[in-house]
Nanobody, 119 residues
């Protein structure tokens, strides 16, 4: 089970730190963050390999967002900086066996945390 948290209302240019807490060990799973804005499809944001050695980002967030994980704490993070109104969405965390992917082919999903960026 995955539990995302840390969302909220922030002004443009601000920052939020999202967390994804797992109910068990995550060291065997690649993990990722996705987001879904109203009326739009869920889209890839960032992903990280099981041990954290490899990461990937959507072009729209590259240089502003940083994904990380602490396997000892069963937790993954997404540091979001220089937020823009277009970052407004519900952010979901996910986990899968095997290598990370930018597709939505993940085995487990959290419930989402809402991020709203005001202009």
């Amino acid at each position: 089970q995955l539990q995302a948290s840390g969302g909220g209302l922030v002004q443009a240019g601000g920052s939020l730190r999202l967390s994804c807490a797992a109910s068990g060990r995550i060291s065997s799973y690649a993990m990722g963050w996705f987001r879904q804005a109203p009326g739009k499809e869920r889209q890839f944001v960032a992903a990280i390999s099981s041990r954290g050695f490899n990461t990937g980002y959507a072009d729209s967030v590259k240089g502003r967002f940083t994904i990380s994980r602490d396997n000892a704490k069963y937790t993954m993070y997404l540091e979001t900086n220089s937020l823009k109104p277009e970052d407004t969405a519900v952010y979901y965390c996910a986990a899968r066996t095997g290598p990370f992917t930018t597709s939505t082919q993940y085995d487990f999903w959290g419930q989402g945390t809402e991020v709203t960026v005001s202009s």
